[in-house]
């Protein structure tokens, strides 16, 4: 599928974390909350999914896809994936060597995109725009933008 929803190449922010082996799984659960906390302040409804070992990339051991409402479509879209890749090394080695001990231990690689930010404008769009076509912005974002609301353009109304 081609488009705004489900593009090839797109915009995002990639989380990456190197974690103890013993606490990647705790960190994969702060990564999840990292990129479920932007979709909260804006007030998205979202839904999070552990996916089967069939459905992640070879390289997870555990990931987890937060999803969006589009109402247009009338179901859940990917937005985010975090992930545990545990001890996956491409190329070259990724260690820690622990404090106080005299081994090297290789330590866990978590990753996780904040969000695709074409299909986040696109979700935000239909949420915040009303029917006389003017927008209202996200608490979160109004400091930014300077404004709670972006009036209708004379003439333009949103279907």
Not at 3 to 19: A, C, D, M, P, Y
Request: net charge positive; with cysteine.
């Amino acid at each position: 599928m081609r488009g705004i929803i489900r593009q090839h190449q797109f915009q995002k922010v990639e989380l990456v974390k190197f974690s103890r082996p013993e606490k990647s799984y705790d960190e994969l659960e702060k990564l999840t909350r990292n990129a479920e906390t932007v979709l909260q302040k804006l007030g998205l409804h979202y839904r999070v999914v552990t996916l089967c070992t069939a459905d992640i990339g070879f390289s997870a051991a555990k990931t987890y896809d937060i999803e969006v409402w589009l109402p247009g479509q009338n179901l859940f879209r990917e937005i985010s994936s975090c992930s545990n890749l545990k001890v996956f090394r491409r190329g070259g080695r990724i260690y820690a060597i622990v404090r106080g001990q005299s081994k090297t231990e290789f330590v866990h690689t978590l990753n996780g995109s904040a969000l695709a930010v074409g299909a986040l404008g696109l979700q935000l769009w239909r949420i915040i725009s009303k029917p006389t076509g003017s927008v209202r912005i996200p608490e979160a974002l109004q400091r930014y933008m300077g404004t709670d609301c972006i009036p209708a353009r004379s003439g333009v109304a949103i279907p």
